[in-house]
């Protein structure tokens, strides 16, 4: 049976942790946009050239590359039951998810949202910069990202919230709290 679960929140706030554990656990696939834009940057693609300055910076890469990353994942799953995380990030894109899973009838289960405050995440995601070495993880990207989330992704909130299924998580403490406090809600 088709089942779609959305992410929602800023860079650092868990999403990728938190989505990986609950697709493992609702035999789910996760789709991480991120995951898949560095992995086209990683392997040298066309695309992951074209995209690399862009990603690097912080700055959202275009609408109609992501959705098309997107799109052809899911043309081809017999059972939508999918966890994005990191898409979407735009009212545009959402718009277009709301069309992709409507020809797949598969209607959105639930939007998770991770409230972390800003402080915390700075902090987070500085942490990471020195143990993964992501590229945007410096300290201008991680500015422009949260930017980005506080003019842009968080529009998201008051599109999905009106549909119900929208939850906030107190996303603070350890990976296995906020987990357990997501499964309660779920
Ligand atoms: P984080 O949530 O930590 O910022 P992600 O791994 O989700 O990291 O994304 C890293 C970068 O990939 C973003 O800063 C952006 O450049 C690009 N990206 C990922 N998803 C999207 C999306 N849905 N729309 C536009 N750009 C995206």
Request: charge should be neutral; charged fraction near 30%.
């Amino acid at each position: 049976m088709s089942k779609v679960v959305i992410f929602l929140g800023p860079a650092g706030a868990g999403k990728g942790t938190q989505a990986k554990r609950l697709a493992k656990e609702l035999n789910m696939v996760q789709l991480s946009t991120g995951d898949m834009l560095r992995d086209h940057m990683a392997r040298g693609t066309e695309l992951g050239q074209q995209i690399k300055a862009i990603q690097n910076s912080g700055q959202l890469v275009s609408d109609d590359i992501v959705v098309a990353l997107i799109r052809d994942k899911l043309s081809v799953m017999d059972d939508v039951r999918v966890i994005f995380d990191g898409f979407p990030r735009t009212v545009t894109q959402a718009q277009a998810l709301d069309m992709l899973l409507e020809e797949l009838s598969a209607p959105i289960s639930s939007v998770p949202v991770l409230d972390v405050p800003e402080d915390i995440l700075r902090l987070r995601l500085t942490k990471r910069a020195e143990i993964e070495k992501r590229a945007d993880d410096t300290p201008q990207g991680i500015e422009k990202r949260l930017e980005l989330y506080r003019k842009e992704t968080s529009a998201l909130i008051p599109y999905y919230e009106p549909r119900g299924h929208l939850y906030r998580i107190d996303g603070l403490g350890a990976p296995e709290e906020v987990y357990a406090r997501l499964k309660a809600v779920i």
